[in-house]
């Protein structure tokens, strides 16, 4: 079985990807809506909801874990990895990372919360591939919340994407990387803001492939799938969000961590 975590319902654009590539896959999803955002606490912090947060997966049978929070996957994914050696991690930051220097464009916008800009990860991972690149970087915290709002196309949402990329769009940049997993579900609008030269990428489809290459067996088809969303505090609105997100009914089941 997959876990996959995140901090609220931004790890579904994963899930959503994951359901494109393999249908009848198991796996559990996890958002710890009762505690987010992450991307304003600390590492510490962020750590240790990130070792609980495996820890409810694993216990629910994942052998394999996606960390589908740029925030967790930018300050705890050593720390994941070294409290749970038996079980394989794999974050979204390098999968972006990797796919904005393929483009050989050189001017790369990288949006995210506040701890994820503040880790430095997207630069140092970016700056590996792409020696030359030019990477200026934007926390937009306030993109959270509205999404787990639901508010995906509203004024308010529209005046907060112009607010937070007018210094990018202003600056020209060529590629924008999506680097926090809520920001899939504003894309349209993001896009639109930054025009259609501007390549936005986001790493869902990256990560889950790069994870069906190196663990195939657990992407295989089940006859009885066993796919399960789970919050730390349920809610219609989550629910709603994510069933439109996902196309199908969700009805999310209550995790006690
Ligand atoms: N979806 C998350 C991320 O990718 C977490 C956002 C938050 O909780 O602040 O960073």
Not at 54 to 83: D, F, R, W
Not at 141 to 157: A, I, K, Y
Not at 172 to 197: D, E, S
Request: charged fraction near 20%; glycine fraction near 8%.
């Amino acid at each position: 079985m997959i876990g996959l975590f995140d901090s609220g319902i931004g790890g579904l654009t994963v899930v959503k990807a994951l359901l494109e590539k393999a249908p009848k896959a198991d796996f559990v999803y996890l958002g710890d809506t009762a505690r987010y955002p992450y991307g304003n606490k600390s590492q510490e912090t962020v750590e240790r909801y990130a070792k609980e947060d495996a820890e409810y997966v694993i216990k629910q049978g994942a052998q394999l874990i996606i960390v589908a929070c740029n925030t967790a996957s930018s300050l705890a994914l050593p720390k994941l990895q070294e409290t749970f050696p038996n079980i394989p991690f794999i974050g979204v930051v390098k999968p972006a990372a990797q796919a904005a220097a393929a483009l050989g464009r050189h001017k790369i916008g990288v949006i995210g919360t506040r701890a994820t800009v503040n880790s430095g990860i997207y630069e140092k991972v970016i700056k590996k591939y792409a020696p030359s690149a030019e990477i200026l970087q934007r926390a937009c915290p306030l993109f959270v919340p509205l999404v787990e709002e639901g508010l995906l196309d509203d004024q308010v949402t529209k005046t907060m994407v112009k607010r937070y990329l007018m210094p990018l769009r202003q600056a020209n940049v060529n590629a924008l990387i999506l680097g926090c997993t809520h920001y899939p579900f504003l894309k349209p609008l993001i896009q639109r803001f930054m025009g259609k030269k501007v390549k936005v990428i986001d790493s869902a489809g990256t990560v889950i492939q790069q994870a069906m290459e190196n663990y195939p067996d657990l992407f295989l088809a089940q006859d009885n799938p066993k796919q399960t969303i789970t919050f730390t505090e349920t809610s219609s609105a989550s629910d709603q969000v994510a069933s439109r997100w996902l196309g199908r009914q969700v009805k999310g089941v209550k995790a006690d961590l």
